[in-house]
Nanobody, 123 residues
Framework: QVQLVESGGGLVQAGGSLRLSCAASGRTLSTYTMGWFRQAPGKEREFVAITWGGHNTFYTNSVKGRFTISRDNAKSTVYLQMNSLKPEDTAVYYC?????????????????WGQGTQVTVSS
C-alpha cells in the first residue's frame, strides 16, 4: 500500500511560482513512475508531468519551460516546481504512482493517488 500526500498549493498572482510536494509512505518511490495531473472545474483530469525510469521526464505542451518535475528518492518525495504561472493553470493538482514504471500519461495506468492540492492563479 502506498499513501501519497500533496502539499504546497495556494493562491498566487499570475507570473508567480509555487512548488508542490508529494510525499509517499509505505514504499520507496525510486522504481515507480510518478505523475502530476490536474483537474480544473468542469474539465476532465489531465496529465501535467511525469518522471520515470529513474531520470526521464515528460511534460504536457502547455507547461513546458515553466514547470519542472523532480524526485528525491531518499525522502520518497516528488516535486513540481511551477514558474510563470497563468490563470489557466488553476486546478486541483494530484500526484500519482504507477508501480509498474510504465512512463504513461494515461491516468488509468496509475495505482495510487493523493487527495489533491488546490492551485489558484489570479490575473
Amino acid at each position: 500500500q502506498v499513501q501519497l500526500v500533496e502539499s504546497g498549493g495556494g493562491l498566487v498572482q499570475a507570473g508567480g511560482s509555487l512548488r508542490l510536494s508529494c510525499a509517499a509512505s509505505g514504499r520507496t518511490l525510486s522504481t515507480y513512475t510518478m505523475g502530476w495531473f490536474r483537474q480544473a472545474p468542469g474539465k476532465e483530469r489531465e496529465f501535467v508531468a511525469i518522471t520515470w525510469g529513474g531520470h526521464n521526464t515528460f511534460y504536457t505542451n502547455s507547461v513546458k519551460g515553466r514547470f519542472t518535475i523532480s524526485r528525491d528518492n531518499a525522502k520518497s518525495t516528488v516535486y513540481l516546481q511551477m514558474n510563470s504561472l497563468k490563470p489557466e493553470d488553476t486546478a486541483v493538482y494530484y500526484c500519482a504512482a504507477d508501480l509498474l514504471d510504465r512512463g504513461s500519461i494515461l491516468s488509468q495506468r496509475y495505482d495510487y493517488w493523493g487527495q489533491g492540492t488546490q492551485v489558484t492563479v489570479s490575473s
